[in-house]
């Protein structure tokens, strides 16, 4: 069973900037594919960004590509997601899913977190 906590998250104004990171309690966390959803009110959660630790696949939706860049701090345990020029349409719930591989997680991650809020103002 892996565990997954979030942090960071928060409200910005229109072209600002956050971190959210995930911390992974499982050690083999590497190899699992770990990343970010996210969920706005009335619409459905959609994959944002994830990464294969062990192999440096990446994965990003095509709204976010250019402004958003995830990473992983391997002493750590943790996966990062810098958010930059954040828009309104990126406000929404965001959470930390993983799966063992690429294809589960794309399609129904097995592991999830609580979730943290981003919202962005214009």
């Known amino acids: 069973q892996v565990q997954l906590m979030e942090s960071g998250g928060g409200s910005v104004q229109a072209g600002g900037s956050l971190r959210l990171s995930c911390a992974a309690s499982?050690?083999?966390?590497?190899?699992?594919?770990m990343g970010w959803y996210r969920q706005a009110p009335g619409k459905e959660r959609e994959a944002v960004a994830g990464?294969?630790?062990?192999?440096?696949?990446?994965y990003y939706a095509e709204s976010v590509k250019g402004r958003f860049t995830i990473s992983e701090d391997n002493a750590k345990n943790t996966v990062t997601l810098l958010m930059d020029s954040l828009k309104p349409e990126d406000t929404a719930m965001y959470y930390c899913?993983?799966?063992?591989?690429?294809?589960?997680?794309?399609?129904?991650?097995?592991?999830w977190g609580q979730g943290t809020q981003v919202t962005v103002s214009s």
């Open positions: 899913a993983a799966d063992d591989s690429f294809m589960g997680w794309i399609r129904a991650p097995e592991f």
């Open positions: 499982e050690y083999r966390y590497s190899s699992y594919y």
């Open positions: 990464l294969y630790i062990d192999t440096g696949n990446e």
